[in-house]
């Protein structure tokens, strides 16, 4: 059984560009959801696709936008990037999108704006 | 909104001694509580989980928590410290909010140390 993935694992960008950082969910998992970790603080909830449609969002402006693919994969884009961007990006998977349920994650990708 | 608050934010303990990481959460309806380890260029792993069947949850590694309603408390315990334990651990919530997810809400985190 193949865990949650994610690529890459590090990124450099600078002001105003965008980035797609992308997640494979575990076998089996139909629901992916997106969390932002900042330096020194716990992960903050982006948002969460399920069966291809956005299930639900945290307190993050438009420029967050995501998508999740006919194989439960996603994708996170950020547009118009700022310095306070610069964090480690979690992906998780789940069995389906009820509360409860356990969330696998993936190592995270590091994204660094200059 | 629900909301967690985990007190300290770096525990030091010696080999072999009791860790006891602290959590209060907040919450307007009954929440699912989490704990998660995250060690160095990792992602999180999770310790053990409350889902309202026993209060007193049993997870991976030793580790275990007790849910009190009375005091809003789900604070983690291991009887032994090893030094494979230490690592940034994350105590979450996660509600029935009626309507889109709402995800896990986490805590800052505590940072464990063992000292030899």
């Known amino acids: 059984e193949t865990g949650v993935t994610q690529s890459p694992t590090h990124l450099i960008k600078t002001r105003g560009q965008q980035v797609t950082l992308r997640c494979s969910s575990q076998?089996?998992?139909?629901?992916v959801s997106w969390y932002q970790q900042a330096l020194g603080q716990g992960p903050q909830f982006i948002f969460q696709y399920y069966r291809e449609e956005e299930n639900g969002r945290g307190n993050f402006p438009p420029r967050f936008s995501g998508l999740q693919f006919p194989n439960y994969s996603s994708e996170l884009n950020v547009n118009a990037l700022e310095l306070d961007d610069s964090a480690l990006y979690l992906c998780?998977?789940?069995?389906?999108?009820?509360?409860?349920?356990?969330?696998?994650f993936g190592p995270g990708t590091r994204l660094t704006v200059l | 909104a629900q909301s967690v608050t985990q007190l300290g934010s770096h525990v030091s303990v010696s080999e072999g001694a009791l860790v006891l990481l602290r959590c209060n959460y907040s919450?307007?309806?009954?929440?699912?509580l989490f704990w998660y380890v995250q060690y160095p260029n990792q992602g999180l792993q999770l310790l053990l989980k409350y889902t309202s069947a026993a209060t007193l949850v049993k997870g991976i590694n030793g580790f275990e928590a007790e849910f009190k309603k009375s005091e809003t408390s789900f604070h983690l315990t291991k009887p032994s410290a090893h030094m494979s334990d230490a690592a940034e651990y994350f105590c979450a919530v996660s509600v029935d909010s009626g309507g889109g997810a709402d995800g896990l809400t986490f805590g800052k985190g505590t940072h464990l140390i063992i000292q030899p």
């Open positions: 076998s089996g998992h139909n629901t």
């Open positions: 998780a998977s789940s069995l389906d999108s009820r509360f409860y349920n356990e969330q696998f």
């Open positions: 919450s307007s309806v009954p929440p699912y």
